[in-house]
Nanobody, 126 residues
């Protein structure tokens, strides 16, 4: 099992930026795809972005495309989600998850991931 800890959430004004971090321990993330997911009150958990392990391919939900960027630093065993031009509708708890996936991460749903962090709150409000 790999343990994941998210950080970097907080309160930001619309148009602002945050960088979320997902730090892993227990195992190296080199062989894991990492996904970022979010869940707002009363809504289902949705996939935001992910990065594959075998080819580094990335996926972004249409709602964040062009605003969010996912990256990984294998030396630090950490994955980042840079979030720019934040909107109130980005408000949610953000989770990172890790899984060893055979295909590019963009085809996998949240339930395909078995290692999850505890989440970090992102609130976008003026």
């Amino acid at each position: 099992q790999v343990q994941l800890v998210e950080s970097g959430g907080g309160l930001v004004q619309p148009g602002g930026s945050l960088r979320l971090s997902c730090a892993a321990s227990g195992k190296t993330l080199v062989h894991y795809a990492i996904g970022w997911f979010r869940q707002a009150p009363g809504k289902e958990r949705e996939r935001v972005s992910c990065i594959s392990s075998h080819d580094g391919s990335t996926y972004y939900a249409d709602s964040v495309k062009g605003r969010f960027t996912i990256s990984r630093d294998n030396a630090k065993n950490t994955v980042y989600l840079q979030m720019n031009s934040l909107k109130p509708e980005d408000t949610a708890i953000y989770y990172c998850a890790a899984e060893i996936l055979a295909l590019s991460c963009g085809v996998y749903a949240p339930q395909e991931y078995s290692n999850w962090g505890q989440g970090t709150q992102v609130t976008v409000s003026s």
